[in-house]
């Protein structure tokens, strides 16, 4: 009996991990059919490689608070524009996640993925400091790959969870930061930059920013609207809430953002067949599922599935209805966060979006990404802006100044 029912569940098994590996069908959308004309475009930083980490909720964070900072301090010269380092970010949430992790009992998800309202408010606790002085790979390679190090925290806090003493000791914790004192490198208490001593949190106070201006947004039915909520994806552990909108106003808000200067931290679903390797995001009406390996083959399948040739598709056309019910059956997932700073068209004058992904200078448009107000609108789960970048009647029903 009970080997009967292991092989049965042994071959279960087998088949969803087949299944899981299929490649990723080509793709109906081909970025030659398209030319764009660029309408407004924010100035943002280098395009950098979460490699095989899945760190994109960081890097799309960091990216977007660059891009503040620049504005902040009207930076001109890109030789003075700042790069965080991520993995600075990256090893103080794995800690406080960590910590959570074991007072829960194990109750909640511990895993490489974040959002971005854990990287704002992870600076806001330990600050920030810049790539330079601070690379977290200590491990023998120029880029990040964490499977190990993602495999060995899980396997300590397990570990730890048994309690096999039946009663915590004071010092697990610091088995936590061996971990990553070992794989990322110690944390620097102080560091000169520029000439300049800082602590990360006063590097963080002199980039001119206000982590307490940025606000989450999204637009579902499931909630009341013009009410703030944590959205229900296993990725979001700290609970960041974001406000819920009508679709129009939550599309405004983007609009009114990049039209003013500022630009917008996009989380969302990239497992669509119309979002591309090869820099382009377009909603059409084909199922396809997501193939595992790096973070980039996940989303968008492997380098040498070339898209079919084809003319410029169709779009769905997104309603709060056919969007909600996405998010309700979970065709609409929390994959990916990137950062939008532009507004395009193409050569139809459909409206698309400047998207920087951090999958290294990848594509036919070397990191960046043209994604349609569609895909926007049908599968952006949330997004975060300055409160600044919002227009003063939407923060008014809200009861924010």
Known sequence: MKKSILSVVLMAVTVLGAQAQQPRPASPVNPKDYTFTIVKE???TSIKNQNRSGTCWCFSSLSFLE????????????AQYPDFSEMYIVRKSYYDRAIKYVRLDGSMNFAVGSDFGDAIETAKIYGLVPQSVYSGLQYGYDLPVQGELDAGLKGYVNAI??????????????GVDGILDAYMGEVPETFVYNGVTYTPASYRDAQGLN???YIGFTSFTHHPFYTAFAMEVQDNWRCSTSWNFPLDEFMAIIDYAVENGYTVAWGGDVSEAGFTRNGLAILVDTEVKATSGSDQERWVGKAE?????KPVVKEIKVTQENRQQWYDEKTSTDDH???LYGIAKDQNGTKYYLIKNSWGESGEYKGIWYMSEEFCKGKALNIVVNKKAVPKEILKKIGIK
Do not use: Q
């Open 305 to 309: 599935e070339k898209p079919a040739e």
């Open 67 to 78: 891009s503040e900072v620049i504005k902040a301090k009207g930076l001109k010269d890109p």
């Open 161 to 174: 969870l048994k309690n096999p003493n039946r009663k915590l000791t004071n010092v697990w914790p610091k």
């Open 42 to 44: 924010n100035p943002i």
């Open 211 to 213: 982590l307490d201006d």
């Open 337 to 339: 966060g990137m950062h």
